[in-house]
């Protein structure tokens, strides 16, 4: 494998690394948000942001190269600059709506959402429906011109803070359960909607029940056809499992660990000096390199026009399993000091205390976008063409 990037990549790497020391930090900020604001329109300007996105939604339409977007990823992370807003909105929805939505769903949406002037939160799963989400029983009646949708969703981050939701809803009863399911987006702020919050074990509220008791969302606001919700949505899980296993996220965790081995090393802590200490944090180095090769692989390979297949598929396991790794090593360097620490959210996250947040953190994201196990099962059914989970064949 040759690893070297190559003349071209070489210049798009300085080329971009001349831009971020003009341009970030800036050098007077009066008001950050504002700041930040200006700095993400310059660098779409210079086709570093939503690079897949048409200027007209708000993009900087460039064609697809996923080594030039690893080296903007690699070389923002390295100086903290801004980079493409996350959510479920900018990271799912919004792609979603350019391969499937309407011409007028694409306009009104896609720019407002990436921009961040309006939130979205993702309703699928519901009590009884998550790994089996194609169970889901809220259903959508169509009377006249709008959809009556009545049913509750569960799990759903950021409902508190969302203006829409994009939703699947069951509103073809009569249908085998994958094909019974549209895709609809509604508005949240109307009655009919009620937003419980849910407290995890981090302290923090970013999920929520959301209960819809007779909500309206006109006919048109559906992506896909009638009983193409399925579909529509498996657009949407893959951008979720690709933000969620992405490798230069376990990169940056992996290096607060090594910081927080160094640091418990100039404190003398003798679990540096275990022997079982130094041997883990040697094999996660391992495990991170062989997800960044991985990573490389399926860049060529996508460079290449082929379709980065296995390899494409092991990404978020892959990448929560390293990650649950270097949280429990964490755990054991933090030692009793994660005891007696509160929780924190994350606005406050200094120091030690934030690696109590990614312990517990490392569950959840090991189960959001299709828990470990499912993955395991799509490896094997769609890499593998092993026989199918007998659980999926009614
Ligand atoms: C951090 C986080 C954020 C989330 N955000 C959202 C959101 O915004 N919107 C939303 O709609 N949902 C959200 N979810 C819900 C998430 O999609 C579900 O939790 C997930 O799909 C699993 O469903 P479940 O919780 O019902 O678990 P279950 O489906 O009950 O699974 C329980 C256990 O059984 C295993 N299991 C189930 N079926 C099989 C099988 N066939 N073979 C082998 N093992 C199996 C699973 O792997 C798991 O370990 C979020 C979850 C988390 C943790």
Known sequence: MDLELGSEYEAFRTEVAAFLRLAWPPKHIQDLPSAVAQFRQAAIAR???YR???KRYGGSEQPADPMRARIIREAFGRVSAPKELEGPGVSMLAPTLLGRGAEWQKERFIGPTLRGEIVWCQGYSEPGAGSDLASLKTRGVLEGDEWVVTGQKLWTTMAHRADFMFALVRTEPEAPKHSGLSYLLIDMKQPGITVRPLKQMTG???FNEVFLDGVRTPKDWIVGGRGEGWDVSRTTLKHERDTVGGATRTEAMFGRLVELARAAERDGDPALQRDDVRQELARIEAYVLAQRYSSYRQASMELAGAAPGLIGLLNKLNGTLIGHRIANLAQDLIADAG?????????ENRGPEKWVNQIMGSLGV???GGASNI???VIAERGLGLPRDAGDRA
């Open 47 to 49: 086709g570093y942001l």
């Open 52 to 54: 897949g996105f048409p």
């Open 204 to 206: 923090e509220r970013e």
């Open 339 to 347: 005891l007696s620490m509160p929780p924190v959210s994350r606005a």
């Open 366 to 368: 090991a189960i959001a």
């Open 375 to 377: 993955q395991r099962n």
